[in-house]
């Protein structure tokens, strides 16, 4: 056997690893000089759905990081530490590394990247984002020719899972939340995904590849899926969009020197390719010169999915390891140091959606019109709609506007004696 392999974490992830690897044939042929040599969990009694040689296992990590026998170490435990401490020890004594981690990348990606090109080893991340998607290696890689100007991805499995429902049942969040964790789609606790948290990890990482500059995740802008309803979820329906929970990361139109880095529900126009990706699917449109778009469809989780992509990073790394070379390959090492300067939200130029509910008088429409321009907001559309109860339904989208402009006006229209509330605000693509 050439490659020893020393796995962190055999839940999901590490399990459909093993499982793949044990079943080489027919794979590529590198797979089969893989050996598993070592793997950490915690509880080592647990049943298993692999199976392993009980000297394989043992819940002391610290010992699979420090063996010099292990080449490879697969982080495919999660959480932040003792997965950060772990994945730094191993670059320190020479070892490759393959996580599966974006909440970690996301934020100690710095320091693990900084030791990993000291160290001379490579630190490989395919399934941290997008799952089982080749994402990650084509913006290293095959795209990194191109200057890169946008990459706009459903990123989170569970929150598209859930607007898609919302959508073709006209159901309300709460109710297909439950639901979902019901049925195994969503977490017990499902914050970080909800929230946008998780989405947040991944554009934060995504962007960094795309514009060669780290990320301070603190810099993201993440708003969650809560506040969807299923009124504007028909609404939206109504105007030719979708609702999705959109991670977008952008040069400023206004300012090429800082990027947008940002996930929000988001209004999507039908016809745009990110519209049709439904249920648990993620999909990334990347758009640069001179490609163009291209956009990567497929399982953004799972056990075999993300297997797929956790042993395709394992491969390359076999590969560089049987090459005689000792140089770094430049394709597969971290290359930015620099930090990106992100615009803070209140920069951003975007359409937005507003629903408003007012009293039922005239001049309503010119009262809120007045408002907008007098924060230079062009209206693209104000329809009143309909009643809930006493009060009129109004709903508005705008030409471009930079938010900060468009937060202003909000704040001269909720205190109009008229309005009752603005239930809804949301940025339209
Ligand atoms: N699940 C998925 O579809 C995807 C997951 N990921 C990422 O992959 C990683 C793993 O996820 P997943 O496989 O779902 O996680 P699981 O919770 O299913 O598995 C975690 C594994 O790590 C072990 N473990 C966790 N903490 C410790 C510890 N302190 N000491 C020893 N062993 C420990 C557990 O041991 P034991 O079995 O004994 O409890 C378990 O085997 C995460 O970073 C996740 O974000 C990325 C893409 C998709
Ligand atoms: N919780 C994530 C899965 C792993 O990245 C999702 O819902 O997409
Ligand atoms: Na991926």
């Given at each position: 056997?050439?490659?020893?392999?020393?796995?962190?974490?055999?839940?999901?992830?590490?399990?459909?690893?093993?499982?793949?690897?044990?079943?080489?044939?027919?794979?590529?042929?590198?797979?089969?000089?893989?050996?598993?040599?070592?793997?950490?969990?915690?509880?080592?009694?647990?049943?298993?759905?692999?199976?392993?040689?009980?000297?394989?296992?043992?819940?002391?990590?610290?010992?699979?990081?420090n063996d010099p026998a292990v080449d490879i170490v697969?982080?495919?435990?999660?959480?932040?530490?003792?997965?950060?401490?772990?994945?730094?020890?191993?670059?320190?004594?020479g070892k490759h590394v393959v996580t599966a981690n974006k909440a970690a990348i996301a934020r100690f990606g710095a320091e693990i990247f900084t030791a990993a090109n000291q160290a001379g080893v490579y630190v490989m991340l395919e399934a941290a984002v997008g799952g089982g998607i080749p994402v990650i290696q084509p913006l290293k890689q095959a795209l990194s020719v191109n200057r890169l100007h946008t990459v706009t991805g459903i990123v989170n499995g569970t929150t598209n899972y859930i607007l898609t429902r919302m959508q073709t049942e006209g159901s309300d969040f709460g109710d297909v939340?439950?639901?979902?964790?019901?049925?195994?789609?969503?977490?017990?606790?499902?914050?970080a995904d909800v929230d946008g948290l998780d989405a947040g990890d991944k554009i934060a990482i995504l962007a960094s590849l795309a514009f060669d500059g780290r990320i301070n995740l603190e810099d993201v802008y993440c708003e969650g899926i809560r506040q969807v309803s299923k009124t504007?979820?028909?609404?939206?329906?109504?105007?030719?969009?979708?609702?999705?929970?959109?991670?977008?990361?952008k040069?400023?139109?206004?300012?090429?020197?800082?990027?947008?880095?940002?996930?929000?529900?988001?209004?999507?126009?039908?016809?745009?390719?990110?519209?049709?990706?439904?249920?648990?699917?993620?999909?990334?449109?990347?758009?640069g010169e001179p490609i163009g778009q291209v956009m990567f469809f497929g399982p953004g989780a799972g056990a075999g999915a993300t297997a797929s992509a956790?042993?395709?990073?394992i491969l390359s790394l076999v590969a560089a390891l049987k090459s005689n070379t000792t140089a770094p390959n430049p394709l597969l090492t971290c290359r930015h140091e620099e930090y990106s300067q992100v615009a803070p939200i209140s920069d951003l130029l975007t359409r937005f959606y507003a629903r408003f509910l007012t009293k039922d008088q005239?001049?309503?429409?010119?009262?809120?019109g007045t408002c907008f321009g007098n924060h230079g907001v062009s209206i693209e559309s104000i329809v009143q709609t309909g009643f809930q109860g006493e009060l009129v339904e109004i709903v508005?989208?705008?030409?471009?506007?930079?938010?900060?402009?468009?937060?202003?006006?909000?704040?001269?229209i909720q205190n109009l004696p008229a309005i009752d509330s603005i239930p809804s605000i949301l940025r339209v693509l």
């Open positions: 056997m050439g490659v020893k392999l020393g796995i962190l974490g055999l839940g999901t992830v590490g399990t459909g690893t093993v499982q793949l690897l044990q079943d080489a044939v027919g794979r590529h042929p590198l797979l089969q000089e893989i050996e598993i040599y070592r793997v950490g969990v915690r509880s080592p009694n647990k049943s298993r759905d692999v199976q392993l040689q009980p000297e394989v296992i043992t819940t002391d990590l610290e010992s699979i990081v697969v982080e495919v435990m999660g959480g932040l530490e003792p997965a950060r401490s772990l994945i730094l020890q191993a670059i320190n004594n939340l439950a639901d979902a964790q019901r049925l195994g789609y969503a977490e017990a606790d499902p914050t504007d979820i028909a609404y939206a329906e109504k105007l030719g969009f979708v609702i999705k929970l959109l991670a977008i990361a040069n400023q139109a206004q300012d090429a020197t800082k990027l947008s880095v940002r996930v929000h529900p988001t209004f999507v126009p039908k016809t745009h390719p990110l519209a049709s990706i439904n249920g648990v699917y993620n999909a990334i449109l990347v758009e956790v042993t395709s990073d005239a001049g309503v429409i010119g009262q809120l508005v989208v705008t030409h471009d506007v930079r938010e900060g402009e468009f937060r202003q006006a909000l704040a001269e």
